[in-house]
DNA sequence: ACGTTTGGCCCAAACGTTTGGGCAGCGGTC
DNA sequence: GACCGCTGCCCAAACGTTTGGGCCAAACGT
């Protein structure tokens, strides 16, 4: 644009200038250097070239869209971008597309479905070419919907149905965390388990549990009490198993931000951080390891995922078969689960 | 789109089934409810209304964009979406962009100049109809040319120049911590102070600053000492501050993330929050209540302020005067900075 | 009965690209 | 000297909209 400025340049502009077809100047600045046959003389291209650069050429992605019916346009859904879990992956995200050379679109739906739907239709109106959704539900019905209708999708973060997803192995974060407090003794232990739909708070919860029913341990269900994201949903969580007559010696909780809210509650009950009840964490946030008692957790490579998520993405467009990815978790040992 | 799926409808197709030019679609569709003059007959209206949405029509937006060179696209460049504090003004700005009917298109910097060059350039190239900066350089040399050049744009959360800017009243936020600082009977008081390029840094710094030495105590240089705005380096900053030989006895820190650095620090170098050191942070993220130790922090309204960027770009996009705001903060006092 | 207005619609150009077909001229082969 | 295959370029259509202008018929005024 450029109110004041000089109308944008344009192929025919540079063709005028140069006695030339635009058709000729597309194909000039179209060629990839590696191209095979040459498609024009020597010296023609490295005139277009020269004035091409020298006017500031740019491509009005418009019509190329227009054309061509591809817009190079990704649309990512995330269920909110101040979950800083989410916002590390979109990240990763930008980087990728970037270095695809495409631009991404990116929309917070809360997880609620009628926002999602509505920042779909958006997102799909705009064109996109392909889009990442970082917000899926287990029950998939969404998402059968839109793959019924050919839009080209894949999931980071979150696994759903079959839909082709990069995730952290969940499950296996979720057993290290259990082996790691079957290794201090402990036999009392809840789970904060994060929102019933997320297949994240789901697998961890249950690579946690199945480890402990293998240990001859099964946490009883009301041990194991569901929450939001973020640090006031934990909060709540954990009061509710402090505030009940069974308490806990050791708390996992599958998100970091839920976790510091457990913190929370544990200061609001008169309990001690380690002394009293261990606490883990998921995600290995850059928090983590501020707080006053450092926390334990378990870091998923966030960042990587969202490149895996976008080089996936870029196979599916090309048409390849592609398959779900697991990235592997690592468990970080701090002070908030020391030997009591 | 849509691989399997058929092929988008357009304009031609509705007005060839009802027998109607691709004109008159075009027009009876477009024409806002409340228009003036009517643009088809009551009955054709209808029709076409009708067989529009029972069709499923969605505008080609390259198709108009390229007509009437108005992308509707609003490019936003931040440092980093993983700063809490800028992924929340985000979402104000998407809310309110949804509202305006606008997409946006967001960026990270990472304060880093090459990477804003070329991020601009990028969301330029897709024909955005203008930007909003989070991440203004208070030496506004890049973004003085960019205004030379006609692009319109508008500043959140920092300030820079005379650019159009959406702020917190960062002066004043300063001078409310340091005013709560004074009431404690604290002399010895430190700041961490962010970066300098940041005016949000600047201006809590020099509004606490200035407000001290009012009251007839200047703040030493080495005890206002700069930092990344993330924990790490409000770890590194504080870790200055108490290595040396003059402890403070309250530290402000100009943002939560550092503060919270800086709580880590505290802990390391084996002293007291609140018993030992004051501690005062900004912005009230939602995890300063939380903390072991609630943090003491000044409440900004974050959200508030992407929505008034928007509001601001569309009014300058109107071709309207426009004039910077500031919104006014407030000071959440918590346990960080409890009387002794 | 005859000009003038109005309602309702169509025409065509334009926005900036991409791309399948051409069509000259030129160097070589038989 | 007829033929072939290049090389280097041009032509034109198409993508889906928007929009200034026009045209026809009906309604209106006197």
Redesign the interface.
């Known amino acids: 644009?450029?109110?004041?400025?000089t109308r944008p340049v344009t192929l025919q502009a540079i063709a005028d200038r140069l006695g030339l077809h635009v058709s000729t100047v597309s194909r000039i600045l179209h060629a990839k250097p590696g191209q095979g046959g040459r498609v024009a003389s020597r010296g023609t291209i490295e005139r277009v070239r020269r004035l091409a650069d020298e006017l500031g050429y740019?491509?009005?992605?418009?019509?190329t869209?227009?054309r061509t019916s591809r817009?190079n346009l990704i649309g990512v859904l995330v269920p909110?971008?101040?979950d800083?879990v989410l916002?590390?992956i979109?990240?990763g995200i930008?980087e990728a597309a970037?270095e695809h050379g495409l631009?991404t679109?990116?929309?917070?739906t809360r997880d609620n479905p009628d926002t999602r739907r509505a920042r779909t239709d958006?997102v799909?109106?705009?064109?996109?070419?392909g889009m990442i959704f970082g917000d899926a539900h287990v029950d998939a019905v969404f998402l059968d919907g839109l793959a019924a209708?050919?839009?080209?999708f894949v999931l980071v973060n979150r696994r759903a149905g079959e839909h082709p997803a990069v995730t952290c192995d969940d499950y296996l974060g979720g057993r290290l965390v259990a082996e790691h407090f079957l290794d201090l003794g402990h036999t009392r232990v809840a789970v904060i388990a994060g929102e019933p739909h997320a297949s994240t708070g789901i697998d961890r919860t249950a690579g946690f549990a199945d480890r402990f029913r293998e240990a001859g341990i099964p946490i009883p269900e009301h041990r194991i009490v569901h929450s939001t994201f973020?640090?006031?949903g934990?909060?709540t969580a954990a009061d509710h198993l402090f505030n009940g007559p069974d308490l806990p010696s050791a708390v996992f909780a599958v998100n970091d931000?839920a976790a510091?809210?457990a913190?929370?509650s544990i200061?609001d009950h008169g309990l001690r951080?380690a002394a009293d009840v261990a606490v883990a964490g998921f995600n290995d946030t850059?928090?983590a390891?501020?707080?006053?008692?450092?926390l334990t957790s378990v870091r998923s490579p966030m960042r990587e995922m969202g490149h895996r998520g976008i080089d996936l993405l870029v196979r599916l467009l090309k048409g390849e078969q592609v398959t779900s990815e697991r990235l592997v978790p690592e468990l970080v040992v701090r002070a908030s689960s020391a030997r009591p």
């Open positions: 644009m450029g109110a004041n400025g740019r491509p009005n992605p418009h019509a869209s227009l817009s909110r971008l101040s800083l916002a590390t979109y990240e930008e970037a631009s679109f990116v929309a917070n958006m799909l109106a705009r064109r996109v070419d209708g050919g839009v080209p973020d640090a006031r934990g909060h931000f510091i809210g913190l929370g200061r951080v850059p928090l390891v501020e707080l006053p008692v450092p």
